[in-house]
């Protein structure tokens, strides 16, 4: 099971480590945070470059949720916390396995690769998208991305996720506005 702490943006790596060090040893936890890749054209160029996709959040997988709660409201405050708010809370089990279908253990969801096809449909060959293709809203090929709709942290998310272009299908692509 997955919990989410709210932490100051910007800071996630350096709560990933303190969130950590406060848990005892005999508590099996993993703490990151997630992490996505995509493609940017700059310089004439098209590069990878990584973003986190939830700023402000830290993730701890756990088989003990309540024990992770308990520990981490001990906290001081300051050291830990964004605001007042509830900081500390356990992901439902279909947002925590949904989750895992996109990322790896280390909390990157890599870019999907995908094909034009005649019709123009687009086609998954492989990523985090390819088992999911149901969920895809939207796609802009022009920015390569595409628009998935998901149900995290209690709220409907629309999440941006990384693709690139088979490369005999990119001129195919180039024309695309969006």
């Known amino acids: ?3 989410v702490v709210h932490v100051r943006d910007g800071g996630e790596e350096h709560a990933e480590d303190f969130v950590a060090s406060l848990l005892p040893k005999n508590i099996k936890a993993r703490c990151f945070h997630l992490i996505r ?13 990584y973003e986190d996709l939830f700023p402000g959040y830290v993730f701890i997988d756990t088989d003990d949720p309540e024990r992770v709660y308990k520990e981490l409201r001990k906290t001081p405050k300051p050291k830990l916390l964004f605001s007042d708010e509830e900081y500390v809370s356990a992901l439902e089990r279909h947002e925590s396995d949904f989750m895992e279908r996109l990322a790896d253990r280390n909390g990157r969801i890599g870019i999907s690769r995908v094909r034009i096809g005649e019709d123009g449909k687009i086609r998954c060959l492989s990523g985090p998208l390819r088992a999911m293709e149901d969920k895809v809203k939207r796609v802009n ?30 001129k195919k692509a180039g024309p695309v506005k969006g």
């Open 141 to 170: 090929l022009h920015k390569r991305i595409a628009e998935i709709e998901a149900d995290v942290m209690g709220k409907k998310r629309i999440l941006y996720l990384g693709l690139d272009i088979a490369a005999d299908d990119r």
């Open 1 to 3: 099971m997955w919990c």
């Open 37 to 49: 890749g995509r493609r940017k054209k700059y310089e004439g160029q098209w590069h990878t470059v």
